[in-house]
T-cell receptor, first 115, second 115 residues
Framework: EAQVTQNPRYLITVTGKKLTVTCSQN?????MSWYRQDPGLGLRQIYY???????DKGDVPEGYKVSRKEKRNFPLILESPSPNQTSLYFC??????????????FGPGTRLTVL | AQTVTQSQPEMSVQEAETVTLSCTYD???????LFWYKQPPSRQMILVIR??????QNATENRFSVNFQKAAKSFSLKISDSQLGDTAMYFC????????????FGTGTRLTIIP
């Protein structure tokens, strides 16, 4: 089944304790992206990647890191989480065919609480 | 920069009635796509309908249709014969197919279908 998976689905942690949220897709997509969803703000892009070893900042990258060592995986790293990073996180992926619509597929979301 | 505005934070409607959700956007691009996403309590992001800016004909998907007014930069979603399963958060989103495939989201409208 074609899908985007995220782990963990729920995480409660404490300020300053490094964590990684994994994202994996099995559709051979070049493009992957992370969003965070906050009440009253909708979803905002954190980082994106257009292929292996190619990543760039989105609109709200502060406090986050990403890597793209393999095409299927795009982990989100919080080196020193803070309470303002409490949010619902989504990973998304798509093909990257220029000039045509490439549907983005979303993962199920990760609910992160930083105490 | 592109912006998407949803001015109705919450709406409710009786089952089987028709409801329209509003969305306006701002962009200087000529080629773009507009979307409505549904987020039920499961938090999954589900694509409801999409509209290509170059198409004058309004998109329809079963009970869901849009009213796309390009000059006014308006993109409303009409849900006909509403069902209890339509209860969800609805996000309007915008995408330009150049470089970063970033979706720009509105702040969402929480729709409740009343039995």
């Amino acid at each position: 089944e074609a899908q985007v998976t995220q782990n963990p689905r729920y995480l409660i942690t404490v300020t300053g304790k490094k964590l990684t949220v994994t994202c994996s897709q099995n559709m051979n997509h070049e493009y992957m992206s992370w969003y965070r969803q906050d009440p009253g703000l909708g979803l905002r892009q954190i980082y994106y990647s257009m292929n292996v070893e190619v990543t760039d900042k989105g609109d709200v990258p502060e406090g986050y890191k990403v890597s793209r060592k393999e095409k299927r995986n795009f982990p989100l790293i919080l080196e020193s989480p803070s309470p303002n990073q409490t949010s619902l996180y989504f990973c998304a992926s798509s093909l990257l065919v220029s000039g045509v619509y490439n549907e983005q597929f979303f993962g199920p979301g990760t609910r992160l609480t930083v105490l | 920069a592109q912006t998407v505005t949803q001015s109705q934070p919450e709406m409710s409607v009786q089952e089987a009635e028709t409801v329209t959700l509003s969305c306006t956007y701002d962009t200087s691009e000529s080629n773009y796509y507009l979307f409505w996403y549904k987020q039920p309590p499961s938090r999954q992001m589900i694509l409801v309908i999409r509209q290509e800016a170059y198409k004058q004909q309004n998109a329809t998907e079963n009970r869901f249709s849009v009213n796309f007014q390009k000059a006014a930069k308006s993109f409303s979603l009409k849900i006909s014969d509403s069902q209890l399963g339509d209860t969800a958060m609805y996000f309007c989103a915008f995408l330009t197919n150049f470089g970063n495939e970033k979706l720009t989201f509105g702040t969402g409208t929480r729709l409740t279908i009343i039995p």
